[in-house]
């Protein structure tokens, strides 16, 4: 059965760099659409970007300055970097599996990121 | 790109039927047959149960049932039991490579 753990830096200031990673056990990397979905407290869910099969990668234009991800196939890894990061980017983040771009058939559990000074 | 539009709340009784909806724009839940919905209990995993409209993943019971209408997808919930409470979500790809999602409906089963 595949599964997804996620890891990270869960307090951050301000100006400073998000980074999560997310493995993928029981499976592989290839195929599908690695993907990146938050929560901020009290909000709706909001789609992040996605690392897709050609190598190529995609993201929420309202984020698409400050977002980077990127697969590590080696350690079946994918990874999130938010760079300058202020409190509207605290959020639960999910890292979940794309399937060609229609739906997202496996979740991780989510990991709390708090941005305070 | 705005998030699709679903009401904050909707409660029901064991074994009745509720409806949840989830209104988007003829670029996002108009436009594609791409609207998937999820069930979320907060602290886990969020849960596919529904894809490209009104398909079912393996495992999903149908009392979960969905539809779409114009720029309105619908998720309707038959036969209501206490472990449907949860949050629910739908997801809309909105071109461009992206997606959009709903704000989400908290169901409370009275």
């Known amino acids: 059965q595949v599964q997804l753990q996620l890891w990270g830096a869960g307090l951050l200031k301000p100006s400073e760099t998000l980074s999560l990673t997310c493995a993928v056990y029981?499976?592989?990397?290839?195929?599908?659409?690695w993907t990146w979905i938050r929560q901020a407290p009290g909000k709706g869910l909001e789609w992040i970007g996605e690392?897709?099969?050609?190598?190529?990668?995609n993201y929420n234009p309202s984020l698409k300055s400050r977002v980077t991800i990127s697969e590590d196939t080696s350690k079946n890894q994918f990874s999130l970097n938010l760079t300058s990061v202020t409190a509207a980017d605290t959020a639960v983040y999910y890292c979940?599996?794309?399937?060609?771009?229609?739906?997202?058939?496996?979740w991780g559990r989510g990991n709390l990121v708090s941005v305070s000074s | 790109q705005s998030a699709l539009t679903q009401p904050a709340s909707v409660s029901g009784s064991p074994g009745q039927s509720i409806t949840i909806s989830c209104t988007g724009t003829?670029?996002?839940?108009?436009?594609?047959?791409?609207v998937s919905w999820y069930q979320h209990d907060p602290g886990k995993a969020p849960k596919l149960l529904i894809y490209?409209?009104?398909k079912r993943p393996s495992g999903v019971s149908n009392r979960f049932s969905a539809s779409k209408s114009a720029n309105t997808a619908s998720l309707t919930i038959s036969g209501l039991q206490a472990e449907d409470e949860a949050d629910y979500y739908c997801?809309?790809?909105?071109?461009?490579?992206?997606?959009?999602f709903g704000g989400g409906t908290k169901l409370t089963v009275l």
């Open positions: 979940a599996r794309g399937v060609k771009r229609r739906y997202f058939n496996l």
């Open positions: 690392s897709i099969p050609t190598g190529s990668t």
């Open positions: 997801c809309s790809y909105a071109g461009g490579s992206t997606f959009v």
């Open positions: 490209e409209v009104t």
């Open positions: 003829s670029n996002d839940v108009g436009n594609y047959n791409l």
């Open positions: 029981g499976g592989s990397l290839s195929g599908y659409y």
